[in-house]
């Protein structure tokens, strides 16, 4: 198991930048995969950015040159930096961890924090 414990999201103008740290209980070396997400009300939850198993990052389509995923492995934690935040940015910010287990991978969320970007 892997708890992973959110930090600094909240509320900033258009144009903006906000960094959100992700701690987890265990060593990044023993996490398969690792990355952020975003839901907004209604809507399905999406990837924003991730460390793949192979350590490659990817992002969405719609972050990718404004968003930084990092991680220090000696803090056990992952990084998104968001830069030139636009309001369709607003949404919940999930930490992921991905374990690899008997059955298959298991996903580990993070509590969510709120990132709220005005215009």
């Known amino acids: 198991q892997v708890q992973l414990v959110e930090s600094g999201g909240g509320l900033v103008q258009a144009g903006g930048s906000l960094r959100l740290s992700c701690a987890a209980s265990?060593?990044?070396?023993?996490?398969?995969?690792m990355g952020w997400y975003r839901q907004v009300p209604g809507k399905q939850r999406e990837l924003v950015a991730a460390f793949t198993s192979s350590s490659i990052t990817r992002y969405t389509d719609s972050v990718r040159g404004r968003f930084t995923i990092s991680r220090d492995n000696a803090k056990n934690t992952v990084y998104l930096q968001m830069n030139s935040l636009k309001p369709d940015d607003t949404a919940v910010y999930y930490c992921?961890?991905?374990?690899?287990?008997?059955?298959?991978?298991?996903?580990?969320w993070g509590q969510g924090t709120q990132v709220t970007v005005s215009s």
């Open positions: 265990r060593s990044l070396f023993s996490i398969y995969a």
């Open positions: 992921n961890a991905q374990l690899v287990v008997a059955a298959g991978v298991q996903n580990y």
